[in-house]
């Protein structure tokens, strides 16, 4: 799964580099993301790529208590466009979440890690949003983060890990409309290309959030 990660990239980072041109104005560094909070992501609206500030913990439009969001902060891609609670977003509403890097605990110890792209601090997740309406007539929008089996080295230390879309494929999620072709981008990205490194155990509490959450520990 993926249940925490970081995005400090700034605003002008991010809208560089999904080419954007809406502003939503300045993005405060977060090195601890977690499930519930406003995190921005990348969608389509007529035709064109906006940034939106969306709640963490997919809410499907059909549900009754939103609070369901917090059970489903990540998506299997293995049954992504077969389950009621997905498979329309996974049709009509998938977006690109922007990070910086992500944690994951190793098991028995529970010892965190950090992991992210060798060659670019800033890259994106596949993911699918919703828009969720209360009875009251307000609304939110919600997401979810795809997550698929783990490379080879992601192996090492958990059995899932969010997809990581190249910058070719990010186009691609957003654009086409084929199921086919979709579920073929939602694999592990190469071994080779993410590291990885033993973190503070600090990162456990959301609270906690500082640049030093993502140094290594020795």
């Keep these: 799964m993926c249940g925490r990660f970081a995005l400090y990239s700034s605003f002008n980072a991010i809208k ?12 405060e ?3 601890n993301v977690a499930p519930g909070q406003i995190i921005p992501i990348v969608m389509i609206v007529n035709k064109k790529k906006i940034l939106e500030p969306v709640k963490w913990g997919l809410v ?17 891609a293995e049954t992504i466009s077969e389950k009621p609670s997905f498979k329309a977003a996974f ?33 994106t997740f596949a993911g699918i949003w919703e828009e969720w309406h209360h009875p009251d007539g307000s ?5 979810s983060i795809i997550t698929t089996e783990p490379n080879q080295k992601m192996q090492e230390i958990h059995n899932r890990m969010p997809v990581i879309l190249s910058r070719e ?19 592990p ?21 500082n640049a030093e959450l993502i140094l290594e520990q020795m």
């Design 189 to 209: 990205c190469a071994y080779d290309l993410i590291e990885m490194h033993p973190v503070s155990k600090a990162v456990n509490s959301y609270k906690n959030n």
């Design 29 to 31: 560094s977060n090195f």
């Design 60 to 76: 499907p439009f059909w549900a009754k208590d939103p609070k369901i969001g917090y059970r489903m902060i990540n998506t299997r």
């Design 169 to 187: 494929d990010e186009e691609k999620w957003l654009k086409k409309n084929e199921k086919k072709e979709l579920l073929t981008l939602l694999k």
């Design 16 to 27: 560089d580099y999904a080419d954007i041109l809406n502003e939503i104005g300045e993005l």
């Design 139 to 143: 609304s939110v929008r919600t997401c």
């Design 91 to 123: 049709k009509y509403r998938r977006c690109l979440i922007p990070a910086n890097g992500f944690y994951e605990w190793k098991k028995p110890e529970k010892q965190p890690y950090f992991i992210h792209l060798k060659d670019r601090e800033l890259f």
